[in-house]
């Protein structure tokens, strides 16, 4: 599967992208909304985060700019390609399995380093206006999942770039990245407690903390995990927008 990964012209790298791209977020979405829309109501498992109505135009605006954002993701994808055309890094074409779920384990706790990094950046004065569009979804859906603006977008979608350059990973290993990141992203997003029984610290409880985030504004920058927002003290306490939304307010993110 490398050799037939680097045996691809530009064009067809960036094809196969887009097609990829709108395919996971598509399918992922939909699963999602099924999910905690239908079945885990129905089997009496879990519940809403946040019962206050979208905002109005919310899904239509989440729609577009996630398209906006799988043409950036997709074509994005001639980057690791060009990587490998001059010859910056290289695929291992014979990891076994044992390899590989190490090398995905450690793309995992990579991929919360560096998405810490990159929101926190964001939510920086200077960077702050392309977060924005993100943070207009204060009670979130499945599909603000890739609702970005293009330099937000940019800045999440190069996360395997570094990695690539560092070690020599199996494809499957580096085709994992994206798959977990958008299982993990519509989980955080689903606006849904799938485990009311776990404790706020919990990497169970990670639809919780993101959902605070999105109810503040400030904090629980990190992203399946605890670990980056412990380190840098930038963990929101778990009532942080209780009173909030008891009154039904919404937070407007800062212009």
């Not at 064009?11 to 979405?29: K, P, R, S």
């Not at 239509?60 to 001639?78: A, P, W, Y």
């Not at 695929?91 to 390899?99: D, F, I, N, T, V």
């Not at 199996?170 to 299982?183: A, D, G, H, R």
Request: proline letters at 5%; one cysteine or more.
């Amino acid at each position: 599967m490398a050799q037939a990964f680097e045996a691809l012209s530009a064009w067809q790298v960036m094809l196969y992208g887009l097609v990829f791209f709108g395919g996971i977020y598509v399918v992922f979405g939909l699963a999602t909304v099924l999910l905690t829309h239908r079945v885990l109501p129905a089997l009496g498992m879990g519940a809403p985060l946040d019962t206050r109505p979208l905002a109005p135009g919310q899904l239509r605006r989440e729609l577009t700019q996630s398209g906006v954002s799988i043409l950036v993701f997709g074509l994005g994808m001639v980057f690791p390609w060009g990587f490998l055309q001059l010859g910056w890094a290289r695929l291992e074409p014979h990891a076994g399995a044992g390899r590989i779920a190490l090398e995905i384990l450690a793309l995992v706790a990579w991929n919360d380093v560096h998405f810490w990094i990159n929101h926190r950046l964001l939510h920086t004065r200077w960077l702050r206006r392309f977060h924005t569009p993100h943070h207009r979804s204060i009670v979130t859906t499945p599909f603000s999942t890739y609702s970005f603006h293009p330099v937000e977008a940019i800045m999440l979608g190069n996360v395997i770039l570094l990695p690539m350059v560092v070690h020599d990973f199996s494809f499957w290993s580096l085709l994992s990245v994206p798959l977990f990141s958008l299982f993990f992203n519509c989980v955080g997003h689903a606006n849904y407690d799938f485990f009311p029984r776990v404790s706020y610290a919990h990497w169970f409880a990670a639809s919780r903390r993101h959902h605070l985030h999105h109810a503040c504004y400030h904090g629980n920058y990190g992203f399946q995990f605890t670990f980056m927002d412990r380190l840098f003290g930038t963990r929101l306490k778990e009532d942080a927008a209780q009173a909030r939304m008891a009154q039904g307010a919404r937070v407007a993110p800062p212009a």
